[in-house]
């Protein structure tokens, strides 16, 4: 079954640095999202992207974070001058369609700021 | 704004028993969609089932239902003969359908241990 691939499964950086998370959704998904879950938290949307630009943001996205969709398979999450508080698992998503289409997770990329 | 909410913690089973995790949410949307996800230690987000809120008829995934109550805004899951495997973190979610919200809403979760 296809799958949702996320690069590095553990991103360690020390604070203020950029870091740049990597995600291949699956090959025929639409929509593509990233979402962010704090140790012991809820999971919390950040950004949906479709066509090539983004579709929908949450207030938690701000211009601290940029998305991009470099080529035809990548999609990646860039957070500038990281905070202590960035320390979270980050969850790339895709899906064929909105709405009932279920979104399929990747593994997650674990990012810890020092 | 669209609220999730799980009321229970951590819930506990027997192995091959039965337990239902429970799930409420908030919404003004008449086309929206609910998700059970599970997420093991692994900490990957798993899609356990889904059902559309235009359907009466309950989902079903092999030890997994829910039991759908649109006018109560109540969404539970049941898995039955419970298994090692099952335990992990199970989040319920809303999504809207149409022009709606793109990104789901997720409650805080259910811990569910199965004992041995």
């Known amino acids: 079954e296809p799958e949702v691939t996320q690069t590095p499964s553990h991103q360690v950086t020390q604070m203020g640095q950029e870091v740049i998370l990597r995600c291949v959704p699956i090959?025929?998904?639409?929509?593509f999202y990233w979402y962010r879950q704090i140790l012991g938290q809820k999971v919390e949307f950040l950004v949906s992207?479709?066509?090539?630009?983004?579709?929908?943001k949450s207030e938690i996205f701000d211009d601290q974070f940029s998305v991009e969709r470099p080529d035809g398979s990548n999609f990646t999450l860039k957070i500038r001058s990281t905070k202590l508080e960035d320390s979270a698992m980050y969850f790339c998503?895709?899906?064929?369609?909105?709405?009932?289409?279920?979104?399929?997770f990747g593994d997650g990329t674990r990012l810890s700021i020092l | 704004a669209q609220t999730v909410t799980q009321s229970q913690p951590e819930m506990s089973v027997q192995e091959a028993e039965t337990v239902t995790l429970s799930c409420t949410y908030d919404?003004?949307?008449?086309?929206?969609?609910l998700f059970w996800y599970k997420q093991p230690p692994s900490r990957q987000m798993i899609l356990v089932i889904r059902?559309?809120?235009?359907?009466?008829q309950n989902a079903t995934e092999n030890r997994f239902s829910v039991n759908f109550q649109k006018a109560a805004k109540s969404f539970s899951l049941k898995i039955s003969d419970s298994q090692l495997g099952d335990a992990a973190m199970y989040f319920c979610?809303?999504?809207?359908?149409?022009?709606?919200?793109?990104?789901?809403?997720f409650g805080k979760g259910t811990h569910l241990i199965i004992q041995p």
């Open positions: 992207f479709y066509n090539n630009e983004i579709s929908e």
């Open positions: 998503a895709s899906s064929e369609y909105r709405g009932y289409q279920p979104q399929h």
């Open positions: 090959s025929n998904h639409l929509y």
């Open positions: 919404t003004s949307e008449s086309d929206y969609y």
């Open positions: 979610a809303y999504g809207v359908g149409g022009g709606g919200a793109d990104g789901l809403t």
């Open positions: 059902q559309e809120a235009y359907k009466q």
